[in-house]
């Protein structure tokens, strides 16, 4: 019988981060694979995890998943870790949960720390949609055509950057997006944690007063302050959104969201003495 994979979340910083269960699966398993074996090594042995952890990188992921779907297959049970966070967000592991998905070999998640998600729940900025879109391009062409084809998104934005190029990125949001709310979250659960806020130039006025900038970044990008131009009245895209087959109170929350209206205020009008009533038996 088939083993089991599990992609075990780890702490991002903190070594505390770590879950019960998370530590009880990498005792049991038979391997660990992981980017770097010097860095798990330091989180197993605070916990004294004496598993053997085996490199899974870049560099050597193909060959190597083909190895591990094989014990997998032979009954092994394993778990994928990253150096810190989640695995696969902007790191190794796809190969290999592929494979084991296609193999029909039994997937756990076992949940934890994720640096996009730790910015996101402390920037203060809208949480009911993101987009993240992991490393920005190293190139500026790339980098603005990028920022360019997301201007009109509505969700928060959310993006890892280097801290060698995060003053550059920053520019080009400014340049791209204009004056919108930014976040730079760095060291999150560190001792230096950090998370500044403001416009994309006070950010990068900010840090580029100091002499060094360390630590990857996660920056996170607001809504549009100036919400686009929509002459359609509200009745008639939400019964266009209903004529999609949208059920109506999700139509109104939508629109309700889209235009930046209370959600009561458009119950409101919909439900009104000349508001569109909904058709009922008779």
Not at 45 to 55: E, F, K, M, N, V
Not at 226 to 233: H, K, Q
Request: net charge negative; hydrophobic share 40%; with cysteine.
């Amino acid at each position: 019988m088939p083993g089991v994979l599990y992609v075990v979340s780890t702490p991002i910083g903190n070594l505390e981060d770590i879950t019960y269960r998370a530590v009880r699966i990498l005792k049991e398993v038979t391997w660990i694979a992981c980017e770097d074996t010097r860095t798990t090594r330091r989180l197993l042995d605070h916990y004294g995890i004496a598993t053997r952890a085996l490199s899974y990188h870049d560099h050597n992921e193909t060959e190597r998943a083909a190895e591990l779907i094989e014990r997998l297959e032979q009954g092994e049970s394993g778990a994928l870790v990253s150096d810190a966070g989640t695995p696969l967000l902007s790191d190794p592991g796809y190969r290999i949960v592929h494979a084991a998905a296609a193999a029909g070999i039994r997937i756990e998640p076992v949940p934890g720390p994720s640096a996009l998600l730790a910015a996101l729940v402390t920037s203060g900025l809208p949480t009911d949609q993101f987009h993240f879109g992991g490393f920005l391009p190293a190139k500026q062409g790339q980098r603005r055509r990028l920022l360019e084809s997301m201007a009109d998104e509505s969700a928060t934005l959310i993006f890892y950057e280097a801290p060698h190029r995060i003053l550059e990125t920053l520019d080009d949001i400014a340049e791209v997006l204009g004056d919108r709310p930014v976040v730079a979250a760095r060291e999150l659960t560190k001792l230096y944690e950090e998370v500044l806020r403001g416009t994309p130039a006070e950010i990068c006025a900010a840090l580029s007063a100091r002499d060094s900038v360390r630590g990857e970044f996660v920056v996170l990008i607001g809504r549009s302050l100036t919400p686009p131009v929509n002459d359609v009245p509200v009745e008639e895209m939400i019964q266009a959104l209903i004529a999609a087959g949208v059920e109506r109170m999700e139509a109104m929350k939508t629109v309700a969201r889209e235009r930046g209206l209370p959600k009561r205020e458009v119950y409101k009008l919909m439900s009104g003495p000349a508001g569109p009533k909904a058709k009922g038996p008779k």
